[in-house]
């Protein structure tokens, strides 16, 4: 029984979530991609993605040797 409860009590915590992150979340990226003010952020407010593990010079593959 307590298996079952606590799987329940885990089910509602995730479809809380889920509604949240349509409800809340997405619409709220949505409108920064939109430059609209979300949050206190001033309006036209852009974010630079900054991926830290990736290597800053790649290795050249043939397609980078010819142009294409």
Same mark, same amino acid.
């Given at each position: 029984?307590k ?6 009590f885990?089910l ?6 889920? $509604?949240?992150?349509e409800?809340?979340l ?5 409108a ?7 949050l206190?952020l001033? $309006?036209?407010v852009?974010?630079e993605v900054?991926?830290?593990d ?9 397609? $980078?040797d010819?142009g294409e």
């Amino acid at each position: 029984m307590k298996a079952i409860r606590w799987a329940q009590f885990r089910l509602k915590q995730r479809l809380e979530a889920i $509604d949240w992150q349509e409800e809340v979340l997405l619409p709220e990226v949505e409108a920064l991609k939109g430059g609209k003010s979300v949050l206190g952020l001033s $309006d036209g407010v852009a974010f630079e993605v900054v991926i830290e593990d990736a290597n800053p010079n790649p290795p050249k593959t043939s397609r $980078d040797d010819t142009g294409e």
